[in-house]
Each structure stands twice: as C-alpha cells, then as structure tokens.
C-alpha cells in the first residue's frame, strides 16, 4: 500500500528539501516508485533535481486549484523510478485564490489533488515550507507519516513544540491515521559538543521514534543539490549518500513491521 509520507518543521534550513531529495531517491533505488512533491513555493526540491522551475506551466499549484490533471504535472527525475510534482512562486498565490474563490475545505486539497495517484506509487513524499500555515496543514492532511528532521544547533527544541502541536491537531481534526514516522537527526557533527547534547535530547525524549541513522553534516549534500542531482547519484560512497540509504532502509523496515 502506498505511503504518504511529509517531512516538515516549521524552522527554515533544517534539511527538509536535502532529505525529501535524497530520501525519495534511495527508496527509489531500492525498487521503490517514488513521487516526490515539492509543497514549497521556493521549488528547491525541483532545482536540486536539476529542473528549471521558473518557466513551468503545469505545477503542484494547477492541480490543487483543479485547473489541470496531476497525472500532465508530474515530470521524470535523473533518478530511474523517482518523479516529481514540481512547484515554483506561483504556490505562493494559494492563499490569496482562497480569498477569491472560499472553499469549504481548504485543508483536502492535497489530498484530494492525490487521491487516484496512491495506486501508481510506493511512496509519495512530500516537501513541506517552512511554515505550519496552509500548505503544511494540507501536506499533513493527506500524510500517513511525518519525518521531522531536527537540526542539531540553537532553538532546535523549541521548534519541536510548535510542530507537535500541529501534528496532534491534524491527527485531531482532520486525519486520525497520521503518526509520527520519526524525528532525524540532521547536519549532525559528533565533534561540536551542543550537537552530542540535542542529539542526546532528542533519543532522551523520542526514544524509538528517532531514527536510529543520523545525518551527518557533508559537504556532498550542498553539492549534489547544486549539481542538480541525488547525491546517490553524484557521489554515491560519500557519507551522506551512504546515510540517506540508510535512512531509506529504516523506513522500509518500519513498513515491513506494520504490515
Ligand atoms: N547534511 C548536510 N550537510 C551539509 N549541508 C547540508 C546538509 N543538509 C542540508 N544542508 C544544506 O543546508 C541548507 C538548508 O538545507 P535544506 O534546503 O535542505 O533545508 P530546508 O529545511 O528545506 O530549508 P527551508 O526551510 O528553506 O525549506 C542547504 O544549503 C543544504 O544544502
Ligand atoms: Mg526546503
């Protein structure tokens, strides 16, 4: 059965895009297909999958408002078996089109833009903004699973409140299926003391809800990202390739255990 899963925080430059990136494609080289949703209008997800979004006519954005079929959005990736369903600015216009044109459930539009493609896919994973307004309310909303990656610096623990938040009110109000998938550990660096201390924090309080794999801090990430490809498929033996297939394979081994 498919999973939706979102990786979200509030907090901006945390690792969201490097992991939807790298995530969706090692799944996507371990045989699964994957769709991978950029849900931000600054399109980052696409660009570091080498497509210019600027001139994109069809977008995530054409679907939500029913303007055009999701199936005429989706694009190929570099990567065999990964797609996209890009976004570029025009994502930033939703909330003014709510105000012209009310809708009276503003938060299934995703869901709803998604509903016939679950068969198509494994995984569907989506890329969420930096914020906790519309869009995230949307992604959560049509997700089975949440990944929250968790920047080991400052404030790290005080973002992890206003998401949670969030989650148990989606799991309130609008989803009852959505479950925390796990928190992970990102841009990790075992030698700056703070990060040893969040990360600590963080399995101290999430217990099995932490991915056992943390990400560490490596320069093949930006790099890739610019380069406009996975970094499985730009360097596949640095560290960070070899930790987004390891992430990869947690995920897997956690649907295993539910089915
Ligand atoms: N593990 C890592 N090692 C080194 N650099 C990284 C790593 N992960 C992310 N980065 C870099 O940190 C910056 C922020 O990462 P990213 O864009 O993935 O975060 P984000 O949470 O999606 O940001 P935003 O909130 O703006 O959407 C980028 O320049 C990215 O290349
Ligand atoms: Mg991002």
Not at 86 to 106: G, R
Not at 170 to 177: I, K, L
Request: aromatic share 6%; charged share 20%; hydrophobic share 45%.
């Amino acid at each position: 059965m498919t999973q939706i899963i979102s990786i979200a925080n509030q907090k901006g430059g945390v690792g969201k895009t490097t992991t939807a990136i790298n995530l969706s494609a090692a799944l996507a080289k371990q045989r699964q297909k994957v769709l991978l949703i950029d849900f931000d209008s600054q399109g980052n997800a696409g660009r570091g999958l080498g497509i210019d979004i600027t001139l994109l006519e069809r977008t995530v954005f054409d679907a939500l408002i029913g303007r055009v079929d999701v199936n005429k959005c989706i694009l190929p990736s570099p990567q065999e078996g990964l797609f996209l369903l890009p976004s570029n600015l025009k994502l930033a216009s939703l909330d003014a089109f709510f105000q012209a044109t009310p809708n009276p459930e503003p938060f299934r539009l995703l869901e709803k833009a998604i509903k016939d493609l679950k068969a198509e896919y494994d995984y569907i994973i989506i890329d969420c903004p930096p914020s906790l307004g519309l869009l995230s309310l949307n992604a959560l909303t049509a997700s089975d699973g949440v990944i929250i990656p968790v920047q080991c610096e400052y404030f790290a623990m005080e973002a992890l409140a206003a998401i949670l938040s969030t989650i148990t009110k989606v799991q309130h109000d609008y989803n009852s299926r959505l479950r925390i998938e796990g928190f992970l550990l990102t841009m990790y660096d075992p030698r700056i003391t703070l990060a040893t201390e969040i990360a600590t924090q963080v399995r101290g309080l999430f217990k099995e809800n932490t991915f056992i794999i943390a990400i560490p801090r490596n320069i093949s990430l930006p790099e890739s990202c610019a380069k406009g490809l996975p970094v499985g498929s730009w360097r596949p033996s640095s560290q960070g390739a070899l930790a987004y297939a390891a992430l990869a394979r947690e995920v897997l081994d956690h649907d295993q255990e539910k089915r």
